[in-house]
């Protein structure tokens, strides 16, 4: 059975005024304008004119999920690392599978995992009543990660917009090049480092994880003691997770358990405790040179960490599809024009 699955808005524009609005988005028809990316198109203005409410609506939608659901600032978060991470940020990561695309959503590392795909639609449907067929998803995201930060109690940063939607989407891609939870420093360093971001970036937004739950089976070599450098100081957390999880490996549990709704700079402090959640997040205290520099030093100085995320974010924000790839602005997030 073939189905597409609906999501956002369809707007009738009739003679500059909008006359009627559908709540079921069936991804046909025009909006938004084809064509391909430019990678120099980024600028922290572009909407000043065509949208200027449009920071506005997003944070407004933000700030209304997290009321509901505070761990919705995490997945937020996450889904602008998810999306930059393959074939750069063009919200490939929102397509839904139809007949002629597989999305990314079953991609190993996204698969019951990445969440928020209803707020980006809520968000999207209030942007094309303002203004019709202008922002893109792509810029949504990012946008929506920074105000996660901001209302989790982190940095602010200007956001670079002007992004576009691609049209494609690659599942294989998405399983190759984000970085899984047993990963150690030298896949990390890599995976980061084949998207032209630095070994400072990686263990800077590895703080990321300061806010949001894991499940229990992305951590299961952690709960025998596994990437620990002494076992015997985290003893007491050890044996909480393995309470934790002895039900089912689907349970959930904080990334940070000291301040697990607030983004500071405790997920360093944790990793030198050997209370890292997930194996890729302690490895990074084992590691010597810069990657253990760098862990010390956003431990001890939470102003470090939030100009150095601040500036890495928007670093990662600039990852653009290759050059002459297909984009537009999609009407609904979930499918393209």
Known sequence: ???IIVCAILVLVVAGQLNALSKD????????????????????DFYISSCPQAEAIIFSGVQQAMASDPRMAASLLRLHFHDCFVNGCDASVLLDDTPNLVGEKTAGPNLNSLRGFDVVDGIKTE????CPDTVSCADVLAIAARDSVVLSGGPTWVVEVGRRDGVTASLSMA???????TSDVATLVHKFQN????????????GAHTIGKARCSSFISRLNGGGIADAAADRIFLQSLQQLCAGSNGTLAHLDLATPATFDNQYYVNLLSGEGLLPSDQVLVNEGGEVGSLVQAYAMDPVLFYEDFAVSMVRMGRLAPPPGSEAEVRRCCRVVN
């Open 25 to 44: 988005c069936i991804g046909v028809g025009g909006g938004g304008g084809s064509g391909s990316f430019d990678g120099g198109s980024l600028n922290f």
């Open 175 to 181: 399983t190759a090049n984000i970085p899984a939870p």
């Open 195 to 206: 998207l032209g971001l630095s070994t400072k970036d990686m263990v800077v937004l590895s």
């Open 1 to 3: 059975m073939v189905a």
């Open 127 to 130: 942007l094309e009543m303002a």
